[in-house]
């Protein structure tokens, strides 16, 4: 009886110690895929960065363009060195490696028949761990399906806009129905004109106030002077 219950507790720890493998081996699994989306996680941020390295070097070398000249850079390399100038001037320190390929290699949006580059995106097709509460500046890569759907492109700089936002809340807008009545009070009008008054021999006799208030506005004839009667022959 002793050796039956001996095999039962050696197949109970084989069973056991399956068991205790496959849980490790999940763990372990699970382990390896945590630390792949952090990895995933950490480069997509580090892409995010880099993106806003180029957008700012868009954004400088536009600011920068002398009048009548076009504000892309026809390639980055105009980035490293602006051939525009005498002298050295960068808008960009170096071309960075793509923390998602880890290449130096850049898609490129140009303006037109490749005249001017307007953005740089990443080559790679993996679907992005991040696809939502982006910063203000990249609020247009919620739900982008592929990394290389994030355009990073030239920026408006953040003093112009609160240059504007300053200049429309000074800006004051007065409605047609209440500018007569915003008008200034100390408008001087020019005088009337004096009435003219006749002199009193053209008159006749005076009026007293009083009798010109009670009298008709036209003026009535005055009596013919009575003509002596005439005799019969």
């Known amino acids: 009886m002793v050796a039956p219950r001996a095999g039962r507790q050696r197949g109970f720890t084989y069973l056991s110690l399956i068991i205790l493998v496959a849980i490790i081996g999940l763990a372990a699994a699970a382990t390896l895929k945590i630390g792949a989306v952090i990895q995933r996680s950490r480069a997509e941020q580090e892409l995010l960065d880099i993106g806003a390295a180029f957008s700012d070097a868009l954004k400088s070398y536009a600011d920068a363009t002398p009048q009548g000249l076009p504000p892309q850079p026809p390639s ?22 793509d923390p998602m ?9 140009y303006l037109g028949d490749k005249t001017g580059v307007i953005a740089v995106y990443s080559l790679s097709n993996a679907q992005p761990v991040k696809i939502g509460n982006f910063p203000q500046r990249y609020a247009g890569f919620e739900g982008k399906k592929r990394i290389s759907e994030w355009k990073f492109s030239a920026t408006v700089s953040e003093t112009a806009v609160a240059g504007a936002e300053k200049q429309a809340q000074n800006a004051t807008i007065v409605p047609i129905s209440q500018q007569s009545e915003s008008a200034p009070q100390n408008i001087t009008l020019p005088a009337a004109p004096a009435e003219v008054v006749p002199p009193a021999e053209q008159l006749g006799n005076p009026v007293s106030p009083s009798e010109e208030s009670n009298s008709p506005t036209e003026k009535t004839p005055t009596s013919e002077p009575e003509q002596p009667p005439v005799e019969p022959l």
């Open 76 to 97: 980055l390399k105009e980035l490293l060195r602006d051939p525009r100038f005498p002298g050295t001037r960068r808008h960009l320190r170096k071309i960075f490696v």
């Open 101 to 109: 390929t880890g290449k130096a290699e850049w898609g490129i949006v």
